[in-house]
């Protein structure tokens, strides 16, 4: 069996690697472990630069305190102003010994509300609560979620960007 430690306890982003992993690989087994370790960067990353390497650091900090897995998965969602509006996004970074896959999820823009409030230091999970009058919210659907009635969820939001991290494990004679 394939130990498969996730740099996160958040049940979100836990259930979209099982998810993905389970898609790309349906005749293996997988052992999953969510952990807590840091990212080195900010609570809320404020640039596509910063969040990538927040879930680089993730899994790499993972990696180094478990060292007995076969993958390792760094999740960072983060923010960055374009002109006047703020787009919303994620990385993911996915690491094997020999190996490394990531990719983004797709780019969406946040409502006026929620930016204003992020100007002002809230970070995204708590401007979604406020503005959306929820508690917790990034432990659940999130602002994607919220924003789209739960058409696309948190988890499925991640899902699509942990399959595509994924391919360099998949078709390992290309990588």
Known sequence: ????????????????????????????????????????????????????????????????????????????GGIQPNNEEMEAFAWIVIKSNLKTGKSRTGTFFLPTEIVKLINKGLELGEADDIVFNKSNSKQE???????????????????EAVILALIPFKNEQFY
Request: proline content about 3%; glycine content about 6%.
């Open 1 to 76: 069996m394939k130990k498969v430690i996730i740099a996160s306890k958040n049940p979100v982003k836990i259930n979209a690697v099982k998810k993905g992993f389970k898609k790309m690989f349906p005749n293996e087994t997988f052992e999953f472990t969510g952990v807590s370790v840091s990212s080195e960067v900010s609570d809320q990353p404020l640039s596509n630069n910063e969040t990538f390497k927040g879930a680089s650091n993730r899994a790499q900090n993972a990696k180094q305190q478990y060292i007995d897995a076969t993958y390792w998965v760094g999740i960072e």
């Open 141 to 159: 659907n999130g602002a994607v979620g919220l924003l789209t009635n739960n058409i696309i969820d948190r988890t499925s939001y991640y899902l």
